[in-house]
Every structure is written in C-alpha cells, then in structure tokens.
C-alpha cells in the first residue's frame, strides 16, 4: 500500500532557502504533488512533476524526485514570511490513480 | 488550470442532522472524484472514490452508511454526512481526475464542517 512520510517540522531564516523532503513507497506513482496549506484554509497547489521527471523549477520552486529512492524534495529559494504554512507531499497511484497525502511538514519562516 | 469548486466552503449543523457538499468540475469531466478528511493538525485521509454512475468505493473504517456520496454526472458529486455528530467535525476536500489514464488530480477548495 501507500505509504508517504515527511519531517514534521522546519524552520528557517527569513532570505534562506528551505527544503522539505518527502519518502513514498510505492514505485508506481504517476504524479507527485506539493500543496500549501495555510492554517484554516484549503489546500493551494503548488507545484507537481511527473513520475518521469526528475526535475522541475517554478521561480522559487524546485523540485526534485529521485525514483530509485523513492524520494521527492521542495526547495524554496529565498524564504519568506509568507512561505509559512504546513506544506503536503502527496502521490498518486493505482488504478483509480488516487492521491495519498504525506503527514505535513510545518514551515516556520523565522524574520 | 481545470478548477473544481466546492460548496458550501463552511457549515455549522446541528447534531443529528444531516449536511450535503457539494463538488463541481466546472471546466472538464471528471470520470473519478475522491472524497478527503482532514482531522485538525493532521493530514488529508482518502475516504472514498467515486465513479461516474457506479457505487462509490470506500476506504476501510469509512462507514457508507453515514458518509453517502452520489457521483450523479460527470460534473457533480455529493457528500452527504448523514446524523451528524460532534465528532463528524472536520475538513472535508474533494478532487476530481479527468479522462481515464494518467491525468492529474485537481482538489477543492474544502469543507470545514462544525456540528454543534
């Protein structure tokens, strides 16, 4: 089964770049998703990449997955206040290609 | 971006009674829809796939009975909490998948239901 793993929490200075790691274990991912959620609110799509992939930048964004180790990581560049929130990896897989959401990685953006 | 739309986005409900959510693909036909809770401070939990014209498909602890969902065209599906109890308060997230085959999901907005 699903199965998808994060540190639960980061801090970080203001200006530094953050990164916040992810473990899955099933190797028949086809998307891999990174969500925003700040506290009370729903989920803001961040940013995904295909299971082919193993790269993807998005101005601040970048992600990178490594297939054998079943590792997908989010780097911020230049954190901000803003960036604060709890952020979610999440994986899509099986037949009905459902998405099985990591345990939240809560981002603390020290000024 | 295909958008899928929730509703209502919060509902405050009486204990026992019954509450409906609704989730729209407002730009593409959904063929599958996944129904999500998210306790506080916890992260999301699948609690059932929905097919267009089929029974939904639930994960395990979920009870059907209480937790209806209706997958009525290829743009709607409803979550119905049915005598809903204190304990029902949660998050509730749908997404929606286009097509067959490898296609990515698209989430809601979210339902943050209070029963009282």
């Known amino acids: 089964g699903e199965d998808v793993e994060q540190s639960l929490f980061l801090s970080v200075r203001e200006g530094d770049s953050s990164v916040i790691n992810c473990t899955y274990t099933d190797s028949s991912s086809t998307y891999l998703y990174w969500y925003k959620q700040e506290p009370g609110a729903g989920l803001q799509l961040l940013t995904y990449i295909f299971s082919n992939m193993d790269m993807k930048q998005d101005q601040r964004l970048t992600v990178l997955l490594n297939k054998k180790d079943k590792h997908l990581s989010l780097r911020i560049a230049d954190t901000q206040t803003g960036d604060s929130a709890i952020y979610f990896c999440?994986?899509?897989?099986?037949?009905?290609?459902?998405?099985?959401f990591g345990t939240g990685t809560k981002l603390q953006v020290i000024p | 971006g295909a958008v899928v739309s929730q509703h209502p986005s919060r509902v405050i409900c009486k204990s026992g009674t019954s509450v409906k959510i609704e989730c729209r693909s407002l730009?593409?036909?959904?063929?599958?829809m996944f129904w999500y809770r998210q306790f506080p401070k916890q992260s999301l939990m699948l609690m059932a796939t929905?097919?267009?014209?089929?029974?939904?498909?639930?994960e395990q602890g979920v009870e059907k009975d209480k937790f209806l969902i209706n997958h009525a065209s290829l743009t709607l599906s409803t979550l119905t909490v049915t005598s809903a109890h204190p304990e029902d308060s949660s998050f509730y997230i749908c997404?929606?998948?286009?097509?067959?085959?490898?296609?990515?999901?698209?989430f809601g907005q979210g339902t943050r239901l209070t029963v009282v």
């Open positions: 730009d593409f036909q959904a063929t599958t």
């Open positions: 997404s929606a998948r286009r097509g067959q085959g490898d296609t990515e999901a698209f």
């Open positions: 929905s097919n267009e014209g089929s029974k939904a498909t639930y």
């Open positions: 999440a994986e899509q897989t099986g037949g009905y290609q459902k998405v099985t």
